[in-house]
């Protein structure tokens, strides 16, 4: 009895450590997945966004990682493409040189300042028009002085430029070559001032879209406003110390 009662107790005992063994033995399995999980995931960096999608297949699901940093976010924040949208256009100052210096007024229009091509090319206008009307008339009057001055009786184009009612028999040839010459040096004067005054809008034209692309994001929010309030003035002299004056003070805020 006593054996068989030993026989039972190692029995029971034996069963409890096979029961306890398969409990622990899942729980170790599951353990040891979730570290070898931990041990292959990839270290990512802060700024590295994972995307998770479809596989081929369609069975599972794959993790790429993307790698997005804080200066290509930053880029993709701004453009200074010619049509980029207006929420992200940036110009570049290099970019609006360029662009007005192969067609005025192309910079401007690359700024979006679409205000300032009427007055850039009103001022073109004008200046067209003084060369054109200058050298019309320097020409003419160039003509007449070189004809009056051969003594060639078949050139008389200058006889065209004499007073009305004068004769070209009895007028003072000297005085009147006086005249086509001081016409024709005035006309060119101001035919050669238009052609600078050209030049130089060009130019003004090309630093107008460098300043403008320069200060495209300037922050113009400072407070200029101006502040009236009632002031009292008291006198500077020991004679008028008890003496004050009123007024009115202007307080300006830039």
Same mark, same amino acid.
């Given at each position: 009895?006593?054996?068989?009662?030993?026989?039972?107790?190692?029995?029971?005992? &034996?069963?409890?450590?096979?029961?306890?063994?398969?409990? +622990?033995?899942?729980?170790?399995?599951?353990? =040891? !997945?979730?570290?070898?999980?931990? %041990?292959?995931? /990839?270290?990512?960096?802060?700024? @590295? +966004?994972?995307? @998770?999608?479809?596989?081929?297949?369609?069975?599972?699901?794959?993790?790429?990682?993307?790698?997005? !940093?804080? #200066?290509?976010?930053?880029?993709?924040?701004?453009?200074?493409?010619?049509? $980029?949208?207006?929420?992200?256009?940036?110009? @570049?100052?290099?970019?609006?040189? +360029?662009?007005? /210096?192969? &067609?005025?007024?192309?910079?401007?229009?690359?700024?979006?300042?679409?205000?300032?091509?009427?007055?850039?090319?009103?001022?073109?206008?004008? &200046? @067209?028009?003084?060369?054109?009307?200058?050298?019309?008339?320097?020409?003419?009057?160039?003509?007449?002085?070189?004809?009056?001055? %051969? %003594?060639?009786?078949?050139?008389? =184009?200058?006889?065209?430029?004499?007073?009305?009612?004068?004769?070209?028999?009895?007028?003072?040839?000297?005085?009147?070559?006086?005249?086509?010459?001081?016409?024709?040096?005035?006309?060119?004067? *101001?035919?050669?001032?238009? +052609?600078?005054?050209?030049?130089?809008?060009?130019?003004?034209?090309?630093? #107008?879209?460098?300043?403008?692309?320069?200060?495209? #994001?300037?922050?113009?929010?400072?407070?200029?406003?101006? =502040?009236?309030?009632? $002031?009292?003035?008291?006198?500077?002299?020991?004679?008028?110390?008890?003496?004050?004056? *009123?007024?009115?003070?202007?307080?300006?805020?830039?």
């Amino acid at each position: 009895m006593k054996l068989a009662g030993i026989l039972v107790s190692l029995f029971m005992t &034996f069963c409890c450590v096979d029961v306890h063994s398969q409990d +622990i033995l899942p729980q170790q399995r599951r353990d =040891r !997945t979730f570290m070898h999980a931990e %041990d292959s995931v /990839a270290v990512v960096p802060p700024d @590295t +966004i994972l995307v @998770t999608t479809n596989n081929d297949s369609g069975v599972g699901l794959r993790r790429e990682p993307i790698q997005i !940093t804080v #200066d290509s976010i930053i880029n993709t924040t701004s453009s200074d493409a010619f049509f $980029a949208a207006p929420a992200i256009f940036k110009p @570049t100052p290099k970019k609006a040189v +360029i662009y007005s /210096a192969i &067609f005025p007024g192309l910079g401007q229009v690359y700024n979006r300042k679409y205000w300032k091509l009427p007055i850039l090319y009103g001022g073109f206008i004008g &200046f @067209t028009y003084a060369i054109t009307w200058n050298n019309g008339y320097y020409r003419d009057y160039l003509g007449g002085y070189q004809d009056i001055m %051969d %003594d060639n009786p078949e050139t008389n =184009r200058w006889h065209n430029m004499l007073p009305y009612g004068s004769d070209p028999e009895t007028i003072d040839a000297e005085w009147f070559t006086d005249v086509l010459q001081k016409r024709k040096d005035y006309y060119r004067y *101001y035919r050669d001032l238009s +052609i600078i005054g050209t030049v130089a809008l060009y130019m003004i034209a090309m630093v #107008d879209a460098y300043v403008d692309a320069q200060l495209f #994001d300037f922050d113009m929010s400072p407070d200029l406003s101006m =502040r009236v309030e009632p $002031a009292m003035m008291r006198e500077g002299y020991a004679a008028f110390s008890g003496s004050s004056s *009123y007024g009115v003070q202007f307080s300006f805020n830039f």
